[in-house]
């Protein structure tokens, strides 16, 4: 089978094509045809071999994935050979034709759905849904503002706030991000940078600040995050690139908060909660993938350059060969 491997930490170039002999499972696993793989940011971060986590090489990257079972092991009971699964975690990477999965990290794929836009679900939507919904604990009604909205997990996180009953703002850095953003039914879209972004938010939540934050680049925005929450208000940090400097009396005078989520770092028992939750909201059409640039296996490298990229939009997602 083909599978893109990494033999050296480092930069895109490290991705390589190779042949490999075909995967083997045993009574408790199930293998998969993988027919699209998602690229994350952080597929990028545990390339360079500086990332929390860090495999043995070579490896083969990626945590996502959708496609097919071919088999099902003798102990397996909720997945069967022949479903439509996406993959929320791989025993073995998933930028491969085929990988061993264990069942806890299998679930069924909406039938509407392609296997490009269950290649999206994995990470962004179990941390957006982590961010908003566990951690963040949004309510019906209050502002929310995403920060960072055009990206897949944004994009999530945006359709999840909306479903909850939020009045939700996102950002987006370019014009064609602004307007994705928009064709979702958010209250209201800003640029990222300036004054004028800042008034906004003031001016559509009538000075009283947004309840719930979801920042993609902490290491950029938290500081000036602080000052936009309201009394009580949470900002919940998904995504950072380096420290950032903050001013404590900003948390200290709206009695607000700031926490982390981490997707390695999920429980399984809520990993399990979230997807059962976003399969009830992929079932009332709240919830649904938006797939941005496509690339083929061969191109994985051109795929880690792009999702680092300013203005990527939707999910990166490489499509496999069958």
């Not at 500086?50 to 495999?55: A, E, Q």
């Not at 009971?77 to 929320?88: E, L, N």
């Not at 981490?262 to 079932?283: M, Y």
């Not at 941005?292 to 990166?316: I, M, Y």
């Amino acid at each position: 089978m083909k599978a893109v491997r990494v033999h050296a930490f480092g930069g895109p170039e490290q991705l390589v094509l190779d042949e490999l002999d075909e995967p083997r499972i045993r009574p408790s696993e199930l293998l998969i045809q993988i027919r699209a793989a998602g690229v994350n940011p952080v597929d990028t971060y545990v390339r360079t071999g500086t990332h929390f986590v860090k495999p043995s090489l070579p490896y083969i990257p990626g945590f996502d994935g959708a496609g097919i079972v071919l088999d099902a092991g003798a102990d397996v009971q909720r997945i069967s050979a022949g479903d439509r699964v996406y993959v929320v975690g791989a025993m073995h990477g998933t930028y491969a034709q085929r990988v061993i999965c264990a069942p806890e990290h299998v679930y069924r794929l909406p039938d509407s759905f392609t296997f490009a836009q269950g290649a999206a679900i994995g990470i962004p939507y179990t941390t957006a849904y982590r961010a908003v919904a566990q951690i963040g604990r949004v309510r019906s009604g209050e502002w929310v503002l995403v920060h960072g909205a055009s990206g897949a997990v944004g994009l999530a996180a945006v359709q999840i706030a909306r479903a909850a009953g939020a009045l939700v703002i996102g950002t987006a850095s370019t014009p064609s991000g602004q307007q994705l953003i928009a064709s979702q039914g958010v209250d209201a879209v800003f640029e990222h940078e300036g004054p004028a972004f800042e008034e906004g938010v003031r001016d559509v939540t009538e000075g009283r600040g947004v309840g719930l934050i979801v920042e993609m680049l902490a290491n950029q925005n938290l500081g000036r995050d602080l000052s936009l929450l309201a009394r009580n208000g949470r900002v919940v940090v998904v995504g950072s690139r380096g420290p950032v400097e903050i001013n404590p009396r900003e948390l200290m005078t709206r009695e607000a908060a700031a926490h982390g989520v981490f997707f390695f770092g999920i429980p399984p028992d809520e990993l399990r909660a979230i997807q059962e939750n976003l399969a009830q909201a992929f079932a009332a059409g709240s919830a649904r993938p938006i797939v941005g640039n496509e690339f083929c296996l061969a191109d994985a490298a051109r795929a880690h350059e792009h999702v680092l990229s300013a203005g990527t939009h939707g999910k990166v997602v490489l499509s496999l060969p069958t």
